[in-house]
């Protein structure tokens, strides 16, 4: 099965514009979650969807959105950036099932550089 | 809440030493546990799981990981280091099946030299 891929893999935007990063999981997989990860912070939780729902979310304001297509494939979206969006993004998808521990695959990220 | 705590923001071995990373967890439910690996300019690639089965978990690359209840560990281990090793480490944890929200530590830089 091809792997979990996001595009770009590199993005660089100015302070105030706004960007979208696409997602597409593992086929067969219908969960995705989005995860910022920083030299500071680290790897922080973004969001999960599930059948186009958000399901979960972490704890960033509101410029971060997202969302789910019927195909599973997903989006997020950061608008007005500040220079301390600039970090990896990225994507992991799993089967989203109840009942069962559900492993999280990730993809190659995307770069994303505010100036 | 749960949380993870990695020990050592960077650790130096010899290649052929033994490599321990240490991962402690806290939970207020049993935890699902997972180590992943990251490459330079990569995404994560999981390297083992704990899901309440085997305590001792065997993964890729010849590493392996002690689930410890009592001390609320899961520290990854590798007989032998190889110069391929070298890369950032993170423990993670999830608390709710089909939920796979994960929880992170802040990661440990693995240092291989000849």
């Known amino acids: 099965k091809a792997g979990v891929t996001q595009t770009p893999r590199y993005l660089i935007k100015t302070r105030g514009q706004q960007v979208t990063l696409s997602c597409s999981p593992i086929?067969?997989?219908?969960?995705v979650s989005w995860y910022q990860q920083t030299p500071g912070q680290g790897l922080q939780f973004l969001f999960e969807?599930?059948?186009?729902?958000?399901?979960n979310k972490g704890n960033f304001p509101g410029r971060f959105s997202g969302r789910q297509f019927s195909n599973s494939r997903s989006e997020m979206n950061v608008s007005t950036l500040e220079l301390g969006d600039s970090a990896l993004y990225l994507c992991a998808s799993s089967s989203g099932l109840a009942g069962a521990p559900d492993t999280q695959y990730f993809g190659p990220g995307t770069r994303l550089t505010v100036l | 809440a749960q949380s993870v705590t990695q020990l050592g923001s960077h650790v130096s071995v010899s290649e052929g030493a033994l490599v321990l990373l240490r991962c402690n967890y806290s939970s207020s439910v049993p935890p699902y546990l997972f180590w992943y690996v990251q490459y330079p300019n990569q995404g994560l690639q999981l390297l083992l799981k704990y899901t309440s089965a085997a305590t001792l978990v065997k993964g890729i690359n010849g590493f392996e990981a002690e689930f410890k209840k009592s001390e609320t560990s899961f520290h990854l281990t590798k007989p032998s280091a190889h110069m391929s090793d070298a890369a950032e480490y993170f423990c993670a944890v999830s608390v709710a099946a089909g939920y796979s929200t994960l929880t992170f530590g802040k990661g440990t830089m693995l240092l291989v030299s000849p």
């Open positions: 086929s067969g997989h219908r969960s």
């Open positions: 969807y599930f059948s186009e729902t958000q399901r």
